[in-house]
């Protein structure tokens, strides 16, 4: 009876509060890279974003994550239906998405150069409460921004009429506020293949009907978002006077339902069963007849498909940071009501470092995505140098591999920090790290963004002007903070050591980079270097971005949070082998791949023993 009247202890869940005004990270930030009177309009508004994602958006995402979309092929009658059931929660992340302007914020204008960066402000916020409707919400809006490319004067005298008017009512729902008229993108590149290199994956095929219609046969192997209302999509045209010749992949336009609601002859095979984002409908498609626009020109539809592709890395690398803010903020909060050792775990030195280490990757992650941001807003409005849009470019591989990376580091960091709790599923911890292990894979794998890192670096016939527009950038930040009259710069021996370090970094970085593009030797020496170049690229960077935010602030934070992330990292080092290059690309081969000699083992043991176990087959 004792035993059963006892009161049994239970742990305080975490609870968030407005994530707007608890990120002295992202305030910090804000502060520094938008003009005051921008800013003080914004807030309003980012105060409302930050409130609904710990209690509106909250809702439906842990709905979205309990209640995975299911497939029904076929009705009672035997009748093909192929359709797709998502819960509540799904179709309200839909509605709360246009109602809020998750997209149509980017395309309305108000902050002119600034509206994209306060855009993916928005984003950040929002993501972790989207019930992973960010990952449809990415296709949209790299689906708009396609559009409205292709509909520019220069570009639009090239598309049939037809689809003109079909991309401009695209365009409007999908930048609509209005939840009856909001549409969301799909964005079908995966085939059987692969997804990464599609200019030779695809196999999908287009034949042509008239004008600027075709019908698209083929396996859409890996389809996000599904349930959308359109898609982008490749395939390769037929030539009628040689079926069998192999022509590069076109880009077509494709609604997925008729007025009647039927799907337009796609067949929807199975949902995937994924490690994470199970909220998201994900599929695999077979395309018998879908009619489809072509809008790019013939064979160009890898091209065309660039401009999708740098708006849903950038969504990507919001995300990523937008996962490790959220387990932070959790693991924070945690910390205050737990005991560890006779005292709160928020008091534990150990807990602190580890919890100071993390939210140093958040903030180096922040301000290479929010720098980024920024660029891609005075792009879209004609306010850009020649060399912040060199860098724009560079950029947009490097900020999505190297976030994705961070995240995964930090998320699962944050996760152990719960102890038996972070691993129980009721407690909304282990989504966050099942559904981060998509940020390395979707839009490109770490390799593939290191090669197009080095794709976007060489342009034209001066394989270097891109590279120059870097070191410009770089000479010019770091001088002015070398030679700042700052007194926390001239009295800080340590910030001034670091600036050295990062400066001798940035030497090693450039020298590797130079030989790479200006020697194709070189390229193919150093390429299992890749990784080490790209992050190290990313760690300079931000090193640099960090330390002129501090020397803009003048506070003794931000200065000492760049010099943990200058001594705290390793930047980069050149690529110079102890070994011969040949002998060492040999030996990692053997090791990597496991190809070196297996009999070993069974040598120092002795033939006989090594012939009872492999015996000599006979002929």
């Known amino acids: 009876k004792k035993m059963q009247g ?3 202890y239970a ?6 509060k407005n994530q707007f005004i608890e990120d002295t990270g992202l305030l910090d930030y804000l502060s520094v890279m938008i003009p005051k009177e921008v800013l003080e309009k914004a807030i309003p508004d980012l105060h409302d974003i930050g409130d609904k994602t710990v209690k509106e958006y909250l809702n439906y995402a842990i709905d979205c994550e309990r209640n995975p979309p299911k497939l029904e092929n076929f009705d009672a009658w035997g009748n093909r239906v ?3 059931h998502t819960t509540w929660g799904w179709k309200k992340e839909k509605e709360i998405a246009a109602r809020d302007g998750i997209v149509a914020f980017g395309y309305e204008g108000q902050y002119g150069e600034y509206n994209r960066l306060l855009q993916f402000v928005r984003l950040y916020l929002y993501g972790p409460s989207s019930g992973l409707f960010s990952c449809p919400l990415a296709m949209t809006d790299g689906a708009a921004f396609l559009i409205k490319n292709l509909l520019k004067k220069e570009n639009v005298s090239s598309l049939d009429p037809k689809v003109k008017t ?3 009512e695209a365009f409007q729902n999908l930048t609509s506020r209005d939840p009856s008229r909001f549409w969301t993108s799909g964005q079908w590149m995966t085939e ?3 997804g990464s290199d599609v200019s030779r994956s695809t196999e999908t095929i287009a034949v042509h009907v008239s004008g600027p219609v075709y019908k698209l046969y083929g396996d859409k192997w890996f389809t996000s978002a599904t349930d959308s209302d359109m898609t982008f999509t490749l395939a390769r045209i037929v030539d009628p006077n040689d079926p069998k010749k192999i022509n590069a992949p076109s880009l077509f336009f494709v609604k997925l339902r008729d007025k009647e609601g039927n799907l337009n002859g796609i067949s929807i095979l199975k949902l995937k069963d994924k490690l994470g984002t199970r909220q998201l409908p994900t599929a695999e498609l077979v395309l018998d007849g879908t009619v489809a626009h072509l809008v790019s020109a013939p064979e160009k539809g890898v091209r065309s498909i660039a401009d999708m ?3 849903t890395r950038i969504y990507n690398s919001v995300i990523a940071c937008s996962a490790m803010r959220r387990i932070i903020a959790l693991g924070r909060e945690f910390n205050k009501k737990r005991m560890v050792f006779g005292k709160l775990a928020s008091e534990n030195k150990l807990q602190i470092s580890v919890f100071f280490d993390m939210e140093l990757s958040l903030r180096g992650s922040m301000i290479l995505v929010m720098f980024t941001t920024s660029l ?11 060399v912040e849009s060199d860098i724009f470019r560079i950029l947009t591989p490097i900020i999505k591999l190297f976030t994705a990376k961070e995240t995964m580091k930090v998320v699962s960091e944050g996760v152990e920090s719960f102890g038996a709790q972070g691993y129980i599923e009721s407690s909304n911890i282990p989504v966050i790290l099942r559904d981060a292990q998509v940020l390395p894979i979707w839009e490109g794998t770490t390799n ?10 060489i342009t034209g016939s001066n394989p270097t002007e891109r590279l120059e527009s870097f070191a410009a950038f770089f000479r010019k930040v770091s001088a002015n903070i070398v030679d700042s009259d700052s007194d926390e710069f001239l009295r800080n021996q340590d910030f001034k050591m670091a600036m050295t370090k990062l400066v001798l970094s940035y030497n090693n970085l450039y020298a590797d980079l130079h030989e790479i593009l200006t020697n194709p030797k070189a390229l193919m020496a150093k390429e299992s270097l890749l990784r080490k170049i790209s992050f190290g690229f990313a760690r300079v960077f931000i090193g640099l971005l960090l330390c002129q935010h501090a020397l803009k602030t003048g506070r003794s934070n931000d200065v000492f949070i760049g010099i943990r992330w200058i001594n705290g990292n390793e930047l980069y080092t050149r690529s110079e082998e102890a070994m011969p290059l040949a002998k060492n690309q040999q030996l990692q081969n053997e090791i990597g791949m496991d190809v070196g000699d297996k009999t070993r083992l069974f040598r120092v043991l002795g033939e006989d023993y090594y012939k009872q176990l492999v015996p000599t087959p006979k002929l």
């Open 6 to 8: 006892r009161k049994l």
């Open 11 to 16: 742990q305080q869940p975490p609870q968030l």
């Open 82 to 84: 192929d359709t797709i």
């Open 166 to 168: 079909k991309l401009e």
């Open 192 to 194: 059987r293949k692969g």
């Open 309 to 311: 592709l740098t708006v």
């Open 376 to 386: 891609f807003g005075k792009i879209e409005t004609g306010t850009a140098s020649k």
């Open 448 to 457: 593939v963004l290191c090669n197009d890192f080095i794709r976007a670096l």
